[in-house]
C-alpha cells in the first residue's frame, strides 16, 4: 500500500518533468536512453563471457603445455642431463610467447631448473606446490608482470619432481580491451544514427501537429479559409483530413446560422409590418363600413322620426333592422378577421375546419380533413402555432401546389400533437441537410415548431406533391396542470 503509493508519487513526479520538455526532447531521450543502455549492457556481458572462456581455455592451455614438458622432461631429469633440460624449456618458452617462467622442481620440492636464473622470486616457489597423488593444480596472482596463471604437474607421478609453468594473462585483457572498446564504438556510432533518425521523426511528427495546432487557433479566431496540408498517407494525414473536414463543416454551420439570423430578422420585420397592416385595414374598415354604416343608420333613423305614415315608418323600421344586420355582420367578420381570436370561439378543430373551408371555397381545391378532437384541449400557445402552421401550409396549397385534392390530419397521442398536410400538387425542390429555407412562410412555421421544441419535416420531390409535418410533444391542457 505505501509503496504503490511512493511508486505513484515518483512517477508524477517523472511525468512532470517528461511531460513538460518538448516532443523532439522526449524521443530523443527515449531513442539515446535505450540504445546508450542496450551497448553498456551487451558491452559488460560480452566482457565478463569473453573473459571466463579465454580464461579457461588459458588454463586447458597451461596445464597441456606443462604436462607436455613434464613428459618430455622425464628422461633428462633421471639421467641427470640439465643441459637437454635448459634447451628443452628455452624451445618451448620460444613457441609459447606468453609463457613468463617455468621452473621445474626436484622430487623433494628444491628447484633443479627454471628460467629466472639463480633468482626465485619470493614465495613463488610455495605458491603452487602440489599434494600428493594429484594431477595438476592451477593458482593465478598478481606480479609486477601483470597477472599470472600457475600450473603445476607432476614428473613421473612426482618421482621425478614437478613441473611448473607461468602464463601470462596479458593477452586476455588486450583481446577483452580490444573488443570493449570496438563495442563502444559501434554504441557511439548506432547513438549517433540514433539521434538522426529521432531527429527526422520529431520532425516528420511535429511539422503537422504545428500546423494543426496554427490551423486550430485560426478556426478559434472565426477564420475558416485555414487548410492542414496532408503530409503522409498515415494516421496523421487521416488527421489532416478529418481536421479539414471539420473546418468546411463549421464553415457551412456558421453560413447556415448567419443565413438564419438573416431569416428571423425578415421576419421579425414582416411580423411587425403585417400588424402595421392589419391596424391600419381595422381603421380602414372601421371608417369605410362601420362608420359609413353607422352614419346611414342615423339618416335611416331619422327616416323613421319623419315618417307620416304608419306604413312608412314600418318600411324605414324594416330597413333601418336590415342595416343593423348587415353592419353587425360586418363587424363579426372583422372580429372573425381578427384571428387566432378564431381560435377562442371556435377552438383548434372547427378553426382548421373553418380555414379549409374558406380555401376550399375560393381555390376549388377538394380539402380533406381527419381532425382528432381531442385537439382543443391544447394549451394556447400549441393550438395558436398548429393554427399557423396549418394556415400558412394550407396557403401554400392554394397558392403554388395546382393540386386538385389537399389532406389535413391532426392527432393527438401519447408523443404529443402532430398535424399532416398533404396535397397531390406539382410538389417543389427542397433544400437538403442543413441549408436553411428560403421561403418565409416555411422558414416561419419551422421557427413556430422549434420554439415549442417539435420536428418540422417537408417532404416534396417536383411533380409528386407536398408533406408537410408538424410533431410537437405536449399533453392536454387538464393533463398538463
Ligand atoms: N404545397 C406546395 N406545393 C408546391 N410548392 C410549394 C408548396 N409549398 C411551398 N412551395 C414552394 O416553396 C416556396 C417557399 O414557400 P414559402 O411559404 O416559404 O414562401 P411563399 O409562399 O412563396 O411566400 P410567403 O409564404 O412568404 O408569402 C414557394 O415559393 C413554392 O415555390
Ligand atoms: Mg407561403
Known amino acids: 500500500m ?51 572462456a579465454m580464461h579457461t581455455e588459458l588454463e586447458v592451455l597451461a596445464v597441456s603445455v606443462a604436462s ?95 613441473m611448473r609453468v607461468g602464463f601470462s594473462e596479458d593477452s586476455i585483457t588486450r583481446t577483452v580491451s580490444l573488443v570493449t572498446s570496438q563495442l563502444l564504438l559501434a554504441t557511439l556510432l548506432v547513438s549517433s544514427i540514433g539521434i538522426l533518425a529521432s531527429i527526422f521523426l520529431t520532425w516528420a511528427l511535429t511539422r503537422p501537429i504545428l500546423s494543426l495546432a496554427q490551423a486550430a487557433q485560426a478556426v478559434g479566431r472565426g477564420d475558416f479559409t485555414q487548410r492542414v496540408e496532408r503530409w503522409a498517407d498515415d494516421e496523421i494525414g487521416e488527421l489532416s483530413d478529418s481536421f479539414n473536414q471539420m473546418i468546411t463543416d463549421l464553415q457551412l454551420a456558421a453560413e447556415a446560422r448567419r443565413e438564419r439570423e438573416r431569416l428571423r430578422g425578415e421576419l421579425v420585420e414582416r411580423v411587425i409590418s403585417a400588424q402595421e397592416d392589419e391596424r ?38 324594416a330597413d333601418l333592422r336590415e342595416q343593423l344586420r348587415a353592419t353587425l355582420n360586418d363587424v363579426r367578420r372583422m372580429a372573425y378577421d381578427l384571428r387566432p381570436g378564431v381560435l377562442d370561439d371556435l377552438g383548434l378543430s372547427q378553426s382548421i375546419q373553418w380555414f379549409a373551408e374558406q380555401c376550399r371555397k375560393n381555390s376549388g381545391i377538394q380539402i380533406h380533413t381527419l381532425i382528432d378532437a381531442a385537439c382543443d384541449r391544447l394549451p394556447l400557445h400549441t393550438a395558436t402555432a398548429i393554427y399557423r402552421v396549418a394556415q400558412e401550409a394550407l396557403s401554400n396549397v392554394v397558392k403554388h401546389s395546382r393540386a386538385a385534392h389537399a389532406w389535413i390530419t391532426l392527432k393527438n397521442n401519447d408523443e404529443g400533437v402532430e398535424l399532416e398536410i398533404r396535397d397531390d400538387g406539382v410538389g417543389f425542390e427542397t433544400p437538403s441537410g442543413a441549408a436553411p429555407l428560403e421561403g418565409l412562410g416555411l422558414f416561419g412555421m419551422q421557427e413556430r415548431i422549434q420554439l415549442l421544441g417539435g420536428r418540422f419535416e417537408i417532404q416534396s420531390e417536383a411533380g409528386k406533391g407536398t408533406i408537410i409535418r408538424a410533431r410537437v410533444p405536449c399533453l392536454p391542457k387538464e393533463m398538463e396542470s
Open 2 to 52: 505505501f509503496s504503490s503509493q511512493v511508486i505513484k508519487s515518483w512517477a508524477r513526479r517523472l511525468w512532470a518533468v517528461a511531460g513538460a520538455v518538448n516532443i523532439r526532447a522526449k524521443i530523443l531521450g527515449i531513442v539515446l536512453g535505450l540504445v546508450i543502455l542496450l551497448g553498456v549492457g551487451l558491452t559488460v556481458f560480452v566482457r565478463q563471457a569473453l573473459h571466463r
Open 280 to 317: 391600419k385595414r381595422i381603421a380602414r374598415d372601421l371608417h369605410d363600413q362601420t362608420s359609413q354604416a353607422l352614419v346611414s343608420l342615423i339618416v335611416q333613423l331619422k327616416l323613421v322620426e319623419s315618417a307620416r305614415t304608419k306604413a312608412e315608418r314600418a318600411q324605414s323600421i
Open 68 to 162: 607436455d614438458l613434464a613428459s618430455r622432461s622425464t628422461d633428462l631429469i633421471l639421467v641427470n642431463n640439465l643441459y637437454a633440460l635448459y634447451d628443452l624449456i628455452q624451445e618451448t618458452r620460444q613457441n609459447y610467447p606468453d609463457i613468463r617462467y617455468i621452473l621445474i622442481l626436484d622430487k623433494d620440492q628444491r628447484p633443479l631448473l627454471s628460467t629466472f636464473g639463480n633468482a626465485l622470486p619470493a614465495g613463488l616457489l610455495e605458491a603452487n606446490l602440489l599434494a600428493p597423488g594429484e594431477r595438476y593444480r592451477l593458482y593465478a596472482f598478481n606480479s609486477p608482470e601483470g597477472r599470472i596463471l600457475d600450473a603445476a604437474v607432476p614428473i613421473f607421478d612426482g618421482r621425478a619432481g614437478q
